[in-house]
C-alpha cells in the first residue's frame, strides 16, 4: 500500500493540534489498512482529550469546594476572633459566655468541613455504597447517636410509626437521616415531636421524617436543596440537605417534600427505588 508523503504529514499535524485541545477528525469511509490507521487514531485522540476534560472539570472542582469551604469559614473564624480579642478586658462572667461561644463556632465548623468533604468523595464518585437489609429503627437509632445533646435542649422527642426492612447502604444512609433530622429539629421548636415513618409501594420503599414546624412556603422550597443557599437556621449554612439529596441519589434515591402548613409541618421522603 502507498501513502503519499502529504498525507502523513496532514496525520502528524492534525495529532500534534489533537493534543493541544484542537479539533482532529481524520477518518474516512475508504476501506484499506490507511483508514483503519486513521480510526485508530481518531479513536486515541479522541479518548486523550476527553481525560483531559475530564481532569479539567476535576481541578475546577477542586477549586471551587477549596473556594467553598474558606468562604463559610470566615463568619465563625471572625466571630472566633473577634471573641478572642473582647475577652482580655471582659469581666469573669463574660469570659465565660465567649468560651462558650467559641466551643459553639469551633463544633460548627467541625461539622461544617466533615460535610464538605463528605460532598466532594460523593461529587468525585470516590464512594462505594454497599447495600444490605437494613431495619429503619436501626438506621434511626445510630442517627440520634449523634442528634441526642441536640434533641435534650430543645426538649424534643422522636417517635417511630412504623418499622420496616429495606435495601441501603448503611453508613450512608444514616448521614443523610442525620442531615433530614438535624433540619426537621431546627425546624421544630422547642418541645416539639418528629414523626418517623416507613413503607413501601411498588416502585419505591421509603422513610419519611416529618417536623413540628409551620411548614414550608413556596419560595422556600425552590432552595431547599441548592448549596450554601442563605438560611435563616442555627447553623445558617445550608449543606446538609443537599447532602442527604446526594446520598440518596447515589444509591438511586431521591428526596420528596411535601411543604405541609396550616398545622402540620414538613415531611421529607427519602425514597429508595426498587
Known amino acids: 500500500m502507498w501513502v503519499s508523503k502529504k498525507e502523513l504529514l496532514a496525520l502528524s499535524e492534525g495529532i500534534h493540534a489533537a493534543f493541544e485541545g484542537q479539533p482532529f477528525d481524520p477518518r474516512d469511509d475508504r476501506e484499506g489498512a490507511l483508514s483503519i490507521l486513521k480510526n485508530d487514531i481518531y479513536t486515541l485522540t479522541h479518548a486523550g482529550q476527553e481525560q483531559k476534560n475530564v481532569l479539567e472539570e476535576e481541578k475546577e472542582r477542586l477549586a471551587e469546594y477549596l473556594s467553598d469551604i474558606s468562604h463559610q469559614l470566615k463568619t465563625p473564624i471572625s466571630s472566633i476572633l473577634l471573641m478572642t480579642e473582647l475577652m482580655t478586658d471582659a469581666p469573669e462572667e463574660t469570659q465565660r459566655d465567649f468560651l462558650l461561644g467559641i466551643k459553639k463556632e469551633i463544633r460548627h465548623m467541625e461539622w461544617l ?18 447495600a444490605q437489609e437494613t431495619a ?5 437509632k445510630e442517627a440520634l447517636k449523634s442528634l441526642d445533646i441536640i434533641l435534650d435542649i430543645r426538649n424534643q422527642t422522636i417517635r417511630l410509626l412504623h418499622d420496616l426492612t429495606l435495601s441501603c447502604d448503611k453508613k ?10 438535624k433540619n426537621a429539629s431546627e425546624c421544630s421548636g422547642e418541645n416539639g ?19 413540628a414546624g409551620e411548614g414550608l412556603k413556596k419560595e422556600q422550597m425552590a432552595g431547599l436543596f441548592r448549596r450554601f443557599e442563605g438560611s435563616q437556621k442555627e447553623n445558617g449554612y445550608g449543606i446538609g440537605l443537599p447532602l442527604a439529596l446526594s446520598i440518596m441519589r447515589a444509591q ?6 411535601m411543604p405541609g402548613g396550616n398545622g402540620s409541618g414538613a415531611t421529607f421522603f427519602m425514597k429508595f427505588y426498587k
Do not use: R
Open 136 to 140: 429503619v429503627s436501626y438506621l434511626l
Open 113 to 130: 468541613v466533615s460535610v464538605l468533604l463528605k460532598m466532594a468523595k460523593l461529587d468525585s464518585s470516590a464512594v462505594n455504597f454497599h
Open 193 to 211: 415531636e418528629i414523626v418517623i415513618d416507613s413503607g413501601q409501594n411498588p416502585l419505591y420503599d421509603w422513610i419519611s421524617v416529618t417536623d
Open 172 to 181: 450512608w444512609t444514616v448521614e443523610a437521616m442525620i442531615n433530614l433530622l
Open 252 to 257: 438511586n434515591g431521591d428526596i420528596e417534600v
